[in-house]
């Protein structure tokens, strides 16, 4: 088996088996290879087991929750989405991916839709299952397997503007009280870049360093 961990062995990554192990909270999750490229195939779903009093509470929210609603979705399918202002600071940003793995910069996500195309990129990278997104615009030819986990305002509720869920991922964007995106979402195939003030809370795609 080919694998490696991180000097703190908060993190043991399996190429063979394509899978990332967070030993923070136990949980794992599937990987896939895009050209030269290493990308968690899922959400991330980490947060601190005690973040009473932290920074962290109350600044994640699980994704997948309904269109102006305050009802949240299901965790352990769609994630969770995290408040921008934790992913703008680096004392931040830095701990809620393992070690070994980071929240993309723009480079990372230029080098994703170029390499897929950039006119139906988004279409490659959705989930292919008519639960999530119309056949016609989802083949998952990437194996990225976005899904609808939808963004979050504090004061809106779930995805202000779309009718349906769209997928929403952070860029690493230090020290700026809002955080640039990719969107994918149900109407197009190609990948929108969008900006999200402090309200908002997106999911996070992390890539291996």
């Keep these: 088996m080919s694998s490696s961990s991180s000097p703190a062995l908060n993190s043991i990554y399996d190429a063979e088996n394509n899978t990332l192990t967070d030993l923070r909270d136990g949980q794992v999750y599937k990987t896939v290879t895009i050209g030269l490229q290493v990308w968690m195939a899922e959400n991330l779903n980490y947060l601190p ?52 793995w980071k929240i993309p910069a723009n480079a990372q996500w230029e080098i994703l839709i ?16 008519e639960a999530y997104w119309p056949s016609e615009l989802a083949t998952n030819e990437s194996g990225f397997s976005a899904i609808p986990s939808g963004y979050y305002s504090r004061f809106t509720g779930f995805n ?12 690493k964007n230090s020290n700026s009280i809002q955080s640039n995106a990719v969107k994918v979402s149900d109407s197009k195939n190609n990948v929108l870049y969008q900006s999200y003030g402090e309200a908002f809370y997106i999911a996070i795609r992390c890539i291996k360093e």
């Design 114 to 129: 170029d390499y897929l195309g950039n006119d139906n990129a988004g279409q490659k990278m959705k989930f292919a299952d």
């Design 49 to 100: 087991k005690d973040t009473v009093g932290t920074y962290f509470g109350g600044h994640s929210v699980c994704g997948g929750g309904e269109y102006k609603s305050l009802q949240e979705g299901d965790c352990s399918i769609f994630g969770r989405l995290y408040d921008v202002i934790i992913m703008a600071y680096d004392g931040y940003n830095k701990n809620l991916c393992p070690d070994g």
């Design 160 to 171: 202000k503007v779309d009718s349906i869920a769209p997928a929403v991922y952070a860029i």
